[in-house]
């Protein structure tokens, strides 16, 4: 179930190869095995996790912003997959996932299928397979609005794998990152920590398929993370930079878009400086969806605008944003808030912004604790 959550698969199966839509709500029926086998015959107790009570408010917010919002039908599809995809999957996996083999075992399994993946999506590239989306699983975002196979110009083909959305695969492969390594640094034989490391760089080198920027800060993020957790010492930083790179040198077009982020210092750049340079005019609009966001929420503070709207207010609120600081860029249709945060705040309010940290923060502060925990008596498991 896990394997089959995590790769997307049952949505594959309902949008490439006409498989009903309940399919797709249905997979996660065999973990109620399990959780029968515990909570019946072995009489254990139901699990509930710290972050529940945020996510119940973060669900109350969406409910109570979707009864004020201009389209509530919208609204309440949302909430119908965030129950249903969401909420309960989260329950009824915490409640299964009760030993540490068993948590070893699904974290294994979600990076070796990460690293599949990614494996799919860098043969496709390499040999430039952008005709096919072997079954569903590797899909193409080519450049431009009339990209096509056979007019790719340029730009940069990008691959967002079963996701079907560039950004959101590199998002689903860059949090398996840090797994990986984990996995490698507590292995007990040469052949796992392998397995394991060469699952991290395969699904890096999948990450540069997609030429997603933010996953590239998010990993960068990631190894002053590592720095300050201890696990990343100085005598590691030349195989870091060796793989980095090794990763640009095989994904130039990478490294390309990389460089364009240098224009995050020019955004309001004088014109009478000379030209900017790097992707102006893509951060432009990055920074005016972020604020309109922002706006929304001024607007909505409480619940925001309702679940899955801020595209459709997007318009509105781009024409608000004025910034001496940043120059400002609007897009044609709608928008995404292209910011987590930003876009919780316009869509669920305060309230919702409150739940959503709160279940994020209660699960990461429950890590560190069991890390610090087990640091001496079982530092893998730490």
Known sequence: VIAALYSNAAAVAIRDHGMPVFVGYAFPAPLLLPLAYYLLIKRRPVVLSPALPFLIVYLLAMLLGGATSRNAEIAFEQVFEFITTGLIVFIIVTNVLRTESLVRAATWTVVL???????????QFITASFGGEFLGFAQVNFPGRAGSIFNIGDGLVRL?????????????????????????????????KSLALGSMIITLAGVATTGSRGAALAVAVLMVAFFLLGHLRIRHLALVALLGIGLLAAFPQYGERLLSLQALGQLSVDAAAGPAQGDVGNLRSRATETLAALLAFTDHPIAGVGAGQFPT????????????????????????????????????GIVGFLGFMGATLTVAGGLLRSRKRWKTERPGLS
Not at 113 to 123: L, N, P, W
Not at 162 to 179: D, K, S, T
Not at 317 to 328: K, Q
């Open 113 to 123: 299928i990460g690293a599949g993946m990614s494996a799919i999506v860098v043969y």
């Open 160 to 192: 967002s794998g079963p996701i079907g959305e560039v950004n959101r695969f590199a998002q689903v492969l860059v949090v398996l990152v840090p797994l990986g390594a984990m996995l490698a640094a507590s292995a007990r034989t040469w052949r796992l």
């Open 313 to 348: 207010y997007y318009q509105q609120y781009a024409r608000e944003v004025s910034s001496p600081l940043i120059d400002t860029r609007i897009d044609i249709g709608t928008r995404e808030a292209h910011n987590l945060f930003t876009d919780v705040l316009a869509e669920t």
